[in-house]
């Protein structure tokens, strides 16, 4: 079936390094595409989102690259600081306006002061 | 920035027994969601809801589950008879521009 999953279930790095954790899609219909960020015994808090006619957009602090040809999508995060210490989840959702959101795996990202 | 409020934060109950959780969705957003985190695994769809009716749900989303907006602001969630295995973090969220999520209500069931 359509999934979205994630290359990596942990990140660990250091306070001030820049962190990339990345997610893989499968459905090709896929026309938007979100990060969220997931502390322990919070909600999905959202970070940032993409639309498949861009492949790349840059928040605060946090980029998200789209490679529709690879179906892959990126979250870097420049300076990672501790509080960024979470479980990052992409998510996507189809063309459909406000279709489901199909969650990936998550990565559980340490960052170590 | 505006945001779902969910109650209550955690809901003990016995098997068996109906549960009813809460949300308030962002008051200008058009689609509404449920969906339910086991410990530990990732976040999974339940249902949405759209001009006050189901627009979609998934498997999970059987005959025990309901959703209602009783009074254009509140959301809820229904288990009839709650299993041991609905025990889970039950998140709400709200759709218009951008999909936001409340903080969950943790579910035992014992």
């Known amino acids: 079936g359509e999934s979205v999953g994630l290359h990596l279930p942990t990140l660990s790095v250091q306070e001030g390094d820049n962190s990339i954790i990345n997610c893989a899609y499968s459905n090709s219909a896929s026309d938007y595409f979100i990060w969220y960020k997931q502390e322990s015994g919070k909600g999905p808090q959202f970070i940032i989102d993409?639309?498949?006619?861009?492949d790349k957009r840059q928040g605060q602090r946090v980029t998200v690259l789209l490679n529709k040809t690879v179906k892959h999508l990126s979250l870097q995060i420049a300076a990672t600081q501790p509080g960024d210490s979470a479980v990052y989840f992409c998510?996507?959702?189809?063309?459909?306006?406000?279709?489901?959101?199909?969650f990936g795996e998550g990565t559980q990202l340490t960052v170590n002061p | 920035e505006p945001e779902v409020t969910q109650t209550p934060s955690h809901q003990v109950t016995q098997m068996g027994q109906e549960v009813i959780l809460r949300c308030v969705p962002i008051s200008n957003h058009l689609y509404f969601y449920w969906y339910r985190q086991i410990l530990g695994q990732k976040v999974e769809f339940l249902v949405s809801f759209y001009n006050n009716e189901i627009s979609e749900k998934s498997e999970i989303f059987d005959d025990q589950f309901s959703v209602e907006r009783p009074d254009g602001s509140n959301f809820t969630l229904k288990i009839r008879s709650t299993k041991l295995e609905d025990s889970a973090m039950y998140f709400c969220?709200?759709?218009?521009?951008?999909?936001?999520f409340g903080q969950g209500t943790r579910l035992t069931v014992v």
């Open positions: 969220a709200s759709f218009r521009i951008k999909a936001f």
């Open positions: 998510a996507e959702t189809g063309e459909t306006s406000g279709s489901r959101l199909t």
């Open positions: 993409i639309r498949s006619n861009m």
